[in-house]
């Protein structure tokens, strides 16, 4: 089955540009009709998706984040990757990354689980000011 592995720094100092990795294993990120997404969850909020990547290299996003936001892909090595730029303390968050989101993209509702196939462990990120 398809396995997800977040990798990145654990802090970033305000105004820098967090980078994650995502590292896909057991499906290829190219495989017809299948998203991958970025969300996060704040401490003591709700989970936000942020946006994803098609199979075919297509991106959406969050209306709120798109101007900070970039996903991108890297087929070789079957990952894709998730910058945000000029980050303050309410980024902080755990961030993940998971398969699917055609749904949320679609209707830009608050994400369910259940719209997500798959889900990497998360991974802990914390902006100093």
């Known amino acids: 089955q398809v396995q997800l592995v977040e990798s990145g720094p654990g802090l970033v100092q305000a105004s820098q540009t967090l980078s994650l990795t995502c590292t896909v294993s057991?499906?290829?990120?190219?495989?017809?009709?299948?998203?991958w997404s970025w969300l996060r969850q704040p401490p003591g909020k709700g989970l936000e998706w942020m946006g994803a990547?098609?199979?075919?290299?297509?991106?959406g996003y969050m209306p709120f984040l798109k101007s900070r936001t970039s996903i991108s892909r890297d087929t070789s090595k079957n990952q894709f990757t998730l910058q945000l730029t000029s980050v303050t303390p309410e980024d902080t968050a755990m961030y993940y990354c998971a398969q699917g989101g055609t749904v949320t993209l679609a209707t830009m509702r608050k994400p369910r689980i259940a719209d997500f196939s798959s889900w990497g462990q998360g991974t802990q990120v914390t902006v100093s000011s």
């Open positions: 057991g499906g290829s990120i190219t495989t017809n009709d299948y998203y």
């Open positions: 990547i098609s199979y075919s290299g297509n991106t």
